[in-house]
């Protein structure tokens, strides 16, 4: 593991003594890697994942071709937030896992608000 890996980890570690996802509040942590982002919506005090979706999920790959740019990022958390909404889910904690926000992490939120999510 590289330094940047670690210092990620730290900042996540750090993030998550602050913030607890509940029923009616639930968390929802973005996995990162090059080629696909993952989305976990999950209620801490039952330590239940109520809901996760994926760029390498078959219905994701119908809509847009690459999983790893910007441009998937904005159509991922659009799908994300529709799915989440028909579940309903409409008010989370938003976990970036130590990432920065920046890029497909920030584009991924920020379509997560346009479709109606709160947080």
């Known amino acids: 593991m590289n330094k940047?890996?670690?210092s990620r980890l730290k900042r996540h570690r750090r993030i998550r003594m602050k913030m607890q996802g509940s029923k009616d509040k639930p968390?929802?942590?973005v996995k990162r890697s090059l080629n696909n982002l993952s989305a976990q919506i999950i209620d801490?005090?039952?330590?239940k994942v109520l809901f996760s979706?994926?760029?390498a999920s078959k219905e994701f790959k119908?809509?847009?071709?690459?999983?790893?740019?910007?441009?998937s990022a904005q159509v991922f958390g659009e799908s994300f937030?529709?799915?989440?909404?028909?579940?309903?889910?409409?008010?989370?904690?938003?976990?970036?896992a130590g990432y920065l926000y920046h890029g497909r992490i920030k584009e991924f939120a920020e379509s997560l608000r346009k479709?109606?999510?709160e947080f």
């Open 44 to 47: 801490d005090t039952e330590n």
């Open 27 to 29: 968390r929802l942590v």
């Open 81 to 96: 937030s529709r799915l989440a909404k028909e579940k309903g889910i409409s008010k989370i904690i938003f976990d970036r």
């Open 115 to 117: 479709g109606g999510m």
């Open 4 to 6: 940047k890996e670690l």
């Open 62 to 71: 119908q809509k847009a071709a690459g999983a790893g740019n910007v441009k």
């Open 53 to 55: 979706y994926s760029t």
